[in-house]
Protein backbone atom coordinates (compact mmCIF):
# COMPACT_ATOMS: atom_id res chain seq x y z
CA UNK A 1 0.00 0.00 0.00
CA UNK A 2 1.20 3.31 -1.09
CA UNK A 3 1.94 5.69 1.90
CA UNK A 4 0.63 9.36 0.43
CA UNK A 5 3.06 11.91 0.63
CA UNK A 6 1.06 15.13 -0.43
CA UNK A 7 -3.05 15.38 -0.80
CA UNK A 8 -4.52 18.52 -2.06
CA UNK A 9 -7.75 18.47 -1.12
CA UNK A 10 -10.80 20.95 -3.31
CA UNK A 11 -13.36 21.69 -1.22
CA UNK A 12 -12.69 21.31 2.45
CA UNK A 13 -15.99 20.90 3.87
CA UNK A 14 -17.19 18.12 6.25
CA UNK A 15 -16.19 15.50 3.87
CA UNK A 16 -12.96 16.84 2.77
CA UNK A 17 -12.27 18.52 6.15
CA UNK A 18 -12.70 14.81 7.50
CA UNK A 19 -10.82 13.44 4.85
CA UNK A 20 -7.94 16.18 6.12
CA UNK A 21 -8.36 14.75 9.64
CA UNK A 22 -8.40 10.98 8.85
CA UNK A 23 -5.20 11.49 6.83
CA UNK A 24 -3.33 13.91 9.00
CA UNK A 25 -3.87 10.39 12.08
CA UNK A 26 -3.38 7.88 9.53
CA UNK A 27 -0.32 9.46 7.66
CA UNK A 28 1.06 11.72 9.93
CA UNK A 29 4.31 12.56 7.34
CA UNK A 30 1.38 13.49 5.08
CA UNK A 31 1.29 17.29 3.73
CA UNK A 32 -2.14 18.39 3.39
CA UNK A 33 -2.98 21.37 0.80
CA UNK A 34 -6.71 22.97 0.38
CA UNK A 35 -8.01 24.66 -2.37
CA UNK A 36 -11.48 26.80 -2.23
CA UNK A 37 -12.63 30.30 -2.72
CA UNK A 38 -12.68 31.61 0.35
CA UNK A 39 -9.43 32.90 1.81
CA UNK A 40 -10.40 32.88 5.62
CA UNK A 41 -12.46 29.73 5.46
CA UNK A 42 -8.99 28.12 4.07
CA UNK A 43 -7.34 29.94 6.72
CA UNK A 44 -9.25 28.31 9.32
CA UNK A 45 -9.05 25.41 8.63
CA UNK A 46 -5.55 25.69 8.34
CA UNK A 47 -5.57 27.29 12.20
CA UNK A 48 -7.78 23.79 13.42
CA UNK A 49 -4.71 22.26 12.51
CA UNK A 50 -6.43 20.35 9.18
CA UNK A 51 -4.17 21.99 6.48
CA UNK A 52 -0.60 22.55 5.74
CA UNK A 53 -1.04 25.11 3.32
CA UNK A 54 -4.00 26.70 1.24
CA UNK A 55 -4.53 28.13 -2.52
CA UNK A 56 -7.36 29.93 -4.14
CA UNK A 57 -6.95 27.86 -7.83
CA UNK A 58 -4.94 24.45 -8.63
CA UNK A 59 -2.04 25.77 -10.39
CA UNK A 60 1.14 23.66 -11.80
CA UNK A 61 4.28 23.86 -9.41
CA UNK A 62 2.32 24.08 -6.20
CA UNK A 63 2.58 20.46 -5.44
CA UNK A 64 4.60 17.52 -6.53
CA UNK A 65 4.19 15.37 -9.68
CA UNK A 66 3.08 12.33 -7.75
CA UNK A 67 0.43 14.30 -5.67
CA UNK A 68 -3.05 12.89 -4.43
CA UNK A 69 -5.89 14.71 -5.69
CA UNK A 70 -9.48 14.81 -3.46
CA UNK A 71 -12.60 16.57 -5.14
CA UNK A 72 -15.21 16.74 -2.44
CA UNK A 73 -17.67 19.38 -4.20
CA UNK A 74 -21.36 18.46 -5.65
CA UNK A 75 -21.02 16.37 -8.23
CA UNK A 76 -22.42 18.76 -10.79
CA UNK A 77 -19.10 20.71 -9.88
CA UNK A 78 -16.54 17.57 -10.20
CA UNK A 79 -15.67 16.90 -12.93
CA UNK A 80 -14.18 20.43 -13.80
CA UNK A 81 -11.97 20.54 -10.73
CA UNK A 82 -11.03 16.63 -10.88
CA UNK A 83 -9.88 17.88 -14.80
CA UNK A 84 -7.76 21.20 -13.09
CA UNK A 85 -6.01 18.65 -10.58
CA UNK A 86 -4.58 16.46 -13.27
CA UNK A 87 -3.94 19.30 -15.74
CA UNK A 88 -1.96 21.07 -12.46
CA UNK A 89 -0.05 17.73 -11.78
CA UNK A 90 -1.70 15.44 -9.65
CA UNK A 91 -0.71 11.89 -10.32
CA UNK A 92 -4.09 10.41 -8.98
CA UNK A 93 -7.31 12.12 -8.44
CA UNK A 94 -10.30 10.74 -7.10
CA UNK A 95 -13.66 12.23 -6.11
CA UNK A 96 -16.13 11.72 -3.30
CA UNK A 97 -19.16 12.53 -4.48
CA UNK A 98 -22.56 10.11 -4.67
CA UNK A 99 -23.19 10.23 -8.02
CA UNK A 100 -20.61 8.70 -10.31
CA UNK A 101 -21.40 7.50 -14.11
CA UNK A 102 -21.96 11.07 -15.22
CA UNK A 103 -18.30 11.93 -13.82
CA UNK A 104 -16.36 9.06 -14.98
CA UNK A 105 -18.08 9.70 -18.27
CA UNK A 106 -16.93 12.72 -18.82
CA UNK A 107 -13.11 12.08 -17.61
CA UNK A 108 -12.30 8.69 -18.97
CA UNK A 109 -10.20 9.84 -21.34
CA UNK A 110 -8.18 11.52 -18.68
CA UNK A 111 -5.30 9.01 -17.12
CA UNK A 112 -5.40 9.14 -13.31
CA UNK A 113 -8.55 9.59 -12.52
CA UNK A 114 -10.69 6.73 -10.67
CA UNK A 115 -14.01 7.68 -9.30
CA UNK A 116 -14.83 6.98 -5.91
CA UNK A 117 -17.39 7.06 -2.89
CA UNK A 118 -17.01 7.08 0.76
CA UNK A 119 -20.16 5.95 1.59
CA UNK A 120 -20.23 8.21 5.25
CA UNK A 121 -21.13 11.85 6.10
CA UNK A 122 -24.02 13.95 8.03
CA UNK A 123 -26.67 16.14 7.32
CA UNK A 124 -23.97 18.73 9.05
CA UNK A 125 -22.04 20.89 6.59
CA UNK A 126 -18.56 22.83 6.94
CA UNK A 127 -15.11 21.65 8.21
CA UNK A 128 -16.22 22.50 11.93
CA UNK A 129 -17.78 19.12 11.79
CA UNK A 130 -15.50 17.07 10.57
CA UNK A 131 -14.20 13.82 12.54
CA UNK A 132 -11.46 11.90 11.89
CA UNK A 133 -13.20 9.04 12.73
CA UNK A 134 -16.04 9.73 9.89
CA UNK A 135 -14.75 7.30 8.09
CA UNK A 136 -14.28 4.35 9.91
CA UNK A 137 -15.22 1.07 9.05
CA UNK A 138 -17.66 2.63 6.48
CA UNK A 139 -17.97 1.49 3.00
CA UNK A 140 -16.15 3.18 -0.17
CA UNK A 141 -16.72 2.45 -4.05
CA UNK A 142 -14.23 2.43 -6.17
CA UNK A 143 -15.00 2.29 -9.79
CA UNK A 144 -12.06 0.46 -11.19
CA UNK A 145 -11.37 0.35 -15.11
CA UNK A 146 -8.92 -2.36 -16.67
CA UNK A 147 -6.87 0.24 -18.02
CA UNK A 148 -6.86 2.77 -14.77
CA UNK A 149 -5.64 -0.13 -12.28
CA UNK A 150 -2.64 1.06 -10.91
CA UNK A 151 -4.31 4.29 -10.00
CA UNK A 152 -7.62 2.36 -8.52
CA UNK A 153 -5.41 0.47 -6.53
CA UNK A 154 -4.32 3.64 -5.03
CA UNK A 155 -7.10 5.13 -4.46
CA UNK A 156 -8.29 1.85 -2.87
CA UNK A 157 -5.20 2.26 -0.48
CA UNK A 158 -6.07 5.83 0.45
CA UNK A 159 -9.18 5.28 1.69
CA UNK A 160 -8.48 2.38 3.60
CA UNK A 161 -5.95 4.17 5.59
CA UNK A 162 -8.43 5.95 6.87
CA UNK A 163 -10.62 3.00 7.56
CA UNK A 164 -12.70 2.18 5.19
CA UNK A 165 -13.75 -0.80 3.66
CA UNK A 166 -13.68 -1.23 0.06
CA UNK A 167 -15.72 -2.63 -2.62
CA UNK A 168 -15.08 -2.06 -6.21
CA UNK A 169 -18.55 -1.70 -8.94
CA UNK A 170 -18.80 0.06 -12.01
CA UNK A 171 -20.08 3.61 -12.03
CA UNK A 172 -23.06 2.72 -13.34
CA UNK A 173 -23.95 0.21 -10.58
CA UNK A 174 -22.78 2.52 -8.36
CA UNK A 175 -25.82 4.90 -9.53
CA UNK A 176 -28.45 2.50 -9.31
CA UNK A 177 -27.79 1.10 -5.69
CA UNK A 178 -27.14 4.57 -4.02
CA UNK A 179 -30.36 5.83 -5.45
CA UNK A 180 -32.28 3.58 -3.62
CA UNK A 181 -30.09 3.28 -0.02
CA UNK A 182 -29.14 6.82 -0.31
CA UNK A 183 -30.98 9.68 -2.67
CA UNK A 184 -34.28 7.21 -2.32
CA UNK A 185 -34.13 7.89 1.48
CA UNK A 186 -33.20 11.75 1.74
CA UNK A 187 -36.28 12.14 -0.86
CA UNK A 188 -38.58 10.65 1.69
CA UNK A 189 -37.18 12.14 4.29
CA UNK A 190 -37.56 15.54 2.80
CA UNK A 191 -41.44 14.13 2.10
CA UNK A 192 -42.14 12.98 5.62
CA UNK A 193 -40.94 16.49 7.18
CA UNK A 194 -42.94 18.74 4.35
CA UNK A 195 -46.46 16.57 5.37
CA UNK A 196 -46.21 18.40 8.93
CA UNK A 197 -46.86 21.87 9.23
CA UNK A 198 -45.38 23.99 11.63
CA UNK A 199 -48.23 24.02 14.36
CA UNK A 200 -48.33 20.48 14.42
CA UNK A 201 -44.28 20.10 15.27
CA UNK A 202 -44.74 20.42 18.86
CA UNK A 203 -46.62 17.15 18.37
CA UNK A 204 -43.52 15.08 16.78
CA UNK A 205 -41.57 12.73 19.00
CA UNK A 206 -38.56 10.51 18.35
CA UNK A 207 -39.74 8.87 15.88
CA UNK A 208 -40.18 12.08 13.06
CA UNK A 209 -36.72 13.21 14.30
CA UNK A 210 -35.28 10.00 13.71
CA UNK A 211 -37.11 10.06 9.95
CA UNK A 212 -36.40 13.70 9.34
CA UNK A 213 -32.92 13.67 10.34
CA UNK A 214 -31.12 14.15 7.01
CA UNK A 215 -34.15 16.22 5.77
CA UNK A 216 -31.88 18.61 7.05
CA UNK A 217 -29.19 18.74 4.76
CA UNK A 218 -27.96 20.96 2.28
CA UNK A 219 -30.83 21.95 -0.76
CA UNK A 220 -28.09 22.72 -2.83
CA UNK A 221 -26.09 19.48 -2.52
CA UNK A 222 -28.93 17.10 -2.63
CA UNK A 223 -30.48 18.82 -6.09
CA UNK A 224 -27.65 18.26 -7.53
CA UNK A 225 -27.15 14.73 -6.23
CA UNK A 226 -30.81 13.79 -7.64
CA UNK A 227 -30.68 15.67 -11.11
CA UNK A 228 -27.24 14.10 -11.81
CA UNK A 229 -28.45 10.98 -10.88
CA UNK A 230 -31.98 11.72 -12.22
CA UNK A 231 -32.90 8.40 -14.16
CA UNK A 232 -32.37 5.78 -10.92
CA UNK A 233 -33.96 8.12 -8.65
CA UNK A 234 -36.60 7.92 -10.97
CA UNK A 235 -36.90 4.63 -10.73
CA UNK A 236 -35.93 4.14 -7.44
CA UNK A 237 -39.23 7.09 -6.26
CA UNK A 238 -41.20 4.78 -8.59
CA UNK A 239 -40.39 1.44 -6.74
CA UNK A 240 -41.20 3.26 -3.35
CA UNK A 241 -44.52 4.41 -4.46
CA UNK A 242 -45.39 0.67 -5.02
CA UNK A 243 -44.61 -0.12 -1.35
CA UNK A 244 -46.59 3.20 -0.40
CA UNK A 245 -49.68 2.13 -2.90
CA UNK A 246 -49.08 -1.68 -1.12
CA UNK A 247 -49.53 0.02 2.79
CA UNK A 248 -52.63 2.02 1.23
CA UNK A 249 -54.13 -0.67 -0.05
CA UNK A 250 -53.60 -3.04 3.05
CA UNK A 251 -55.13 0.09 5.30
CA UNK A 252 -58.00 0.52 3.05
CA UNK A 253 -58.51 -3.19 3.41
CA UNK A 254 -58.60 -3.14 6.64
CA UNK A 255 -56.00 -6.13 6.11
CA UNK A 256 -54.35 -6.32 8.88
CA UNK A 257 -52.17 -9.45 7.73
CA UNK A 258 -50.70 -8.15 4.54
CA UNK A 259 -49.76 -5.05 6.86
CA UNK A 260 -48.10 -7.46 9.28
CA UNK A 261 -46.37 -8.77 6.24
CA UNK A 262 -45.06 -5.93 4.47
CA UNK A 263 -43.94 -4.29 7.93
CA UNK A 264 -42.12 -7.75 8.75
CA UNK A 265 -40.36 -7.86 5.54
CA UNK A 266 -39.19 -4.14 5.82
CA UNK A 267 -38.11 -4.86 9.79
CA UNK A 268 -36.57 -7.71 9.19
CA UNK A 269 -34.18 -6.28 6.25
CA UNK A 270 -33.48 -3.10 8.77
CA UNK A 271 -32.06 -5.19 11.33
CA UNK A 272 -29.35 -6.89 9.05
CA UNK A 273 -27.94 -3.64 9.23
CA UNK A 274 -27.67 -4.31 12.73
CA UNK A 275 -26.78 -7.74 12.35
CA UNK A 276 -25.81 -9.22 9.43
CA UNK A 277 -25.85 -12.88 10.03
CA UNK A 278 -30.42 -12.67 10.88
Not at 190 to 199: H, K, L, N, T
Not at 207 to 219: H, K, V
Amino acid sequence: MQTERTLVIIGVGLIGGSAAAAARRSMPELRIIGIGRSPQRLQAATDAGLLDAWYLEPTAGLWPADAFGLVCLPVNQIAEAARQLLQAGCGVVTDAGSVKEPVCRSLQQLPGFVGSHPIAGSEQSGFEHATADLFQQRVCVVCRHADQAAAAERVAGFWRQLGMQIRFMSAAEHDRVLARTSHLPHVLASVAAGCVSDSELEFTGTGFRDTTRIAAGSAEIWSSILLQNREACLNAIDAASGVLAAFREAIERADGERLSDLWNSAAARRRRLDDPGT
